[in-house]
């Protein structure tokens, strides 16, 4: 009846972790899709968009499939950990990177692509090194698109169900993530349960997100001025 | 940009195509929708199947945990009848009035088993012990909160004493077969299924069971019940009545299920 904290939590921890890997992982990514000028650039495009495409159920099936010890992947951590990746929240951290993947790189290379390419040549001119272009032009200039695909990625990944269902096995503390607990409550037709967890879910989201567009909208004017 | 609005229109040719032959359907009464426990997946695609044949009538089939379907039916789904893995559901449904009372019908007793996969070492002669091996690092069921296979899964271990002590590996699925699913990809040691999915084609040789004797948890009596919100309440009823006949039964037992005593 009264709402887990517990998941909450949780749920908390895997979406900040899994956003903060896709910056890590989606920056170069993105880069790579904004810059380069390599013919099958469109092929890579494509298989980052994949995941929406894919319902999250049989993603996560591939998942469960891929981190099971009848595949490679699967094997090679079983031998380094002793343990299977499915049921844990590292699993699950994998799952939602990938299912999250296309909503940090999307933002993040179109931002990439609207600076103007004259102050790129200017900065290179000027001799700084690609990776100081990206940090002291590129990337400050991107800012918005950076923020919006954390944003995005964070509470795509709050409200993640197909993927954990899937991979997670429902493990209190562990797996249980609040989407998992809400359809819990709602199949044990604890109506009121599952509407107070929704709730909180969906104010706790709003005002983050909130949060996040409202400091974006700030520095977006104060940016470019800089 | 022409090619844009001739695949668009090809599109709404479709669509609207398809839409008109599921009602031609429809007006005939010739489908029903049938919503089933998740553990009569192969067991009533054959029986629909052979229904087919001798009535014309096409049984669409639609899986779930009970609970979720019954949830669903609650909520206006809409089934025309509804096969349960255990009696509450189905009562509870005729009880608030959304199924006939007088159709509620036990069609079979379903069985628990262990299942591990063929390749492993566990040796199953033990029997419920196997879940104390240390190799067992997880141990997969349906939720005991909706699914019924999930709460005889508690009960069996408890009844063997040994819940408290595999309690922290177990894992949940949504329903039976995924439960099943967990097992076979190879990511859970054992789990509990149904017989039912345990000898299922296609299934068969990918796993060892050992089936949980029947003292250790409350019979899984399973009911079925016909919607009144059906939309084909007779083709319902008749699906209903071959589930009943020598033929339908026949099929259950050798999907393993049993049909009890009632």
């Known amino acids: ?226 | 940009m022409k090619w844009v609005g001739w695949i668009i229109c090809a599109i709404v040719a479709a669509v609207s195509c398809n839409g008109s032959t599921a009602q031609a359907q429809d007006n005939n009464g010739q489908e029903i929708v049938v919503a089933a426990a998740a553990d009569l997946s192969s067991a009533l695609k054959d029986v629909a199947d052979r229904f087919e044949k001798k009535t014309g009538v096409k049984a669409k089939l639609s899986f779930g945990a009970s609970g979720a379907l019954t949830q669903q039916i609650e909520n206006g789904a809409p089934f025309d009848v509804f096969f349960s893995a255990d009696m509450d559901y189905p009562r509870h449904l005729v009880d608030v009035g959304d199924a006939e009372a007088g159709s509620l019908y036990q069609y079979a007793v379903g069985k628990l088993v262990l299942w591990i996969p063929a390749d492993s070492p566990l040796k199953l002669e033990q029997g419920m012990k196997v879940l104390l091996d240390p190799s067992v690092k997880k141990i997969a069921m349906a939720n005991p909160q909706h699914a019924p296979y999930g709460r005889a899964a508690v009960a069996a271990m408890k009844h063997y004493g040994l819940y408290d002590q595999v309690a922290s590996r177990l894992v949940l699925g949504e329903n039976v077969s995924q439960a099943a699913q967990f097992v076979e990809s190879g990511n859970a040691q054992a789990g509990f299924v149904a017989l039912a999915h345990a000898i299922a084609p296609g299934i068969e040789g990918k796993g060892r069971y050992w089936e949980v004797p029947a003292d250790a948890y409350p019979p899984l009596a399973q009911g079925a019940v016909v919607l009144s919100k059906a939309a084909h309440k007779k083709e319902a009823t008749e699906f209903l009545e071959y589930m009943k006949s020598k033929e339908g039964k026949a099929v259950l037992e050798k999907y393993g299920f049993s049909l009890g005593s009632r």
């Open chain 1, 1 to 226: 009846m009264a709402i887990d904290w517990q998941t909450f939590w949780l749920t908390l921890q895997l979406a900040v972790i899994v956003s903060a890997a896709l910056l890590v992982l989606g920056l170069p990514i993105a880069y790579w899709i904004a810059f380069s000028h390599r013919r099958w650039k469109f092929l890579v495009e494509a298989i980052v968009a994949l995941p929406i495409v894919l319902p999250p159920t049989v993603l996560g099936f591939y998942v469960l499939v891929a981190l099971g010890p009848h595949s490679p992947l699967g094997r090679w951590w079983i031998s380094l950990t002793g343990h299977t990746l499915a049921f844990t929240f590292t699993g699950l951290v994998l799952g939602s990177i990938l299912y999250s993947l296309p909503f940090a790189v999307q933002p993040f290379a179109a931002s990439f692509a609207g600076v103007d390419p004259k102050l790129i040549a200017a900065s290179a001119t000027l001799g700084a090194s690609p990776l100081r272009t990206f940090f002291r032009v590129i990337a400050p200039l991107s800012l918005p698109g950076l923020v919006t695909g954390m944003a995005l990625s964070f509470a795509h990944t709050m409200g993640e169900f197909g993927v954990v269902l899937m991979v997670g096995g429902n493990i209190p503390g562990v797996t249980r993530t609040v989407s998992i607990d809400i359809y819990d409550r709602v199949q044990a037709s604890d109506y009121a349960g599952a509407n107070q967890t929704a709730l909180l879910l969906l104010a706790l989201c709003f005002v983050l997100l909130a949060f996040v567009y409202g400091v974006n909208r700030k520095v977006w004017t104060v940016g470019p001025v800089k």
